[in-house]
C-alpha cells in the first residue's frame, strides 16, 4: 500500500490570506489486499472466498481559503 500527499500554500497580503491546493493518492500501486473473507469455519467449501478488498486507486483534489 502506498498513500501519497502534496500540498502547497500561496499567502498573500502578507500572510493574512492563505489558499492551499492539496493532492491526496490512496492505494497508489493498486494492490488488492484481502480484507474480509466469507467465513473463517475451514471446514466448509466457502471458507477461502473473498469477501471484501481493498478499493482501488482514489485521488482527491481540494483547496483551503484562509481569510
Known sequence: LLDLSLQKTF???GGQNRVKFM???FNVLNQATVRGYS???LSI???SRV???LPARVF???TQ???
Open 51 to 53: 469477501s471484501s478488498i
Open 60 to 62: 482527491r483534489v481540494g
Open 39 to 41: 467465513s473463517n469455519n
Open 45 to 47: 467449501a466457502n471458507s
Open 11 to 13: 499567502t498573500f497580503r
Open 23 to 25: 493532492l491526496d493518492g
Open 65 to 67: 481559503i484562509n481569510f
